[in-house]
């Protein structure tokens, strides 16, 4: 009998504290079913921006590439600026443009830090600067 008892009793706690862990433990498995949601969430998330970005760059490139290739048949020469207007970058058809020489490509560098506008006639200097202000308002959507 009292052994019967003591086992009953011993049995009945054990039964307690594990009907205490299964709760515990269904909200722990919940907090890592959700946790592991969030993380594929983001993961996904980062992965579509990434695609989203070489997408766009590729198509700004083919873009770059057809107006190149309509310029370089309607134009005699091209020039590359940079954000300081200075001119960038080889320009064989510039350097012949110009005349300064019919040599190669060493020459075609050699224009490179050169500002733009320092080719401009002063007529066209302020012409040429309502020009870029105009094409920056209309960037910024102003």
């Known amino acids: 009998?009292?052994?019967?008892v003591k086992q009953h009793l011993y049995f009945a706690s054990?039964?307690?504290e594990m009907e205490m862990e299964v709760p515990l433990l269904v909200v722990m498995q919940c907090a890592q079913v959700v946790m592991n949601c969030i993380v594929v969430y983001m993961l996904r998330l980062f992965i579509v921006q990434r695609f989203r970005a070489q997408l766009e760059t590729k198509a700004f490139a083919s873009e770059a590439s057809g107006v190149k290739g309509?310029?370089?048949v309607l134009c005699d020469a091209q020039v590359q600026l940079g954000p300081d207007l200075?001119?960038?970058?080889?320009?064989?058809?510039?350097?012949q443009l110009l005349t300064l020489s019919h040599e190669s490509q060493a020459d075609s560098k050699k224009?490179?830090?050169y500002h733009f506008s320092d080719f401009l006639s002063e007529d066209d200097k302020p012409r040429f600067k309502m020009f870029l202000e105009s094409?920056?308002?209309?960037a910024q959507g102003e």
């Open 70 to 72: 309509l310029l370089s």
């Open 111 to 113: 224009l490179n830090s």
């Open 14 to 16: 054990q039964v307690k």
């Open 1 to 4: 009998g009292i052994v019967h």
């Open 86 to 95: 200075c001119i960038t970058g080889s320009h064989k058809g510039l350097v």
């Open 135 to 138: 094409t920056v308002q209309l």
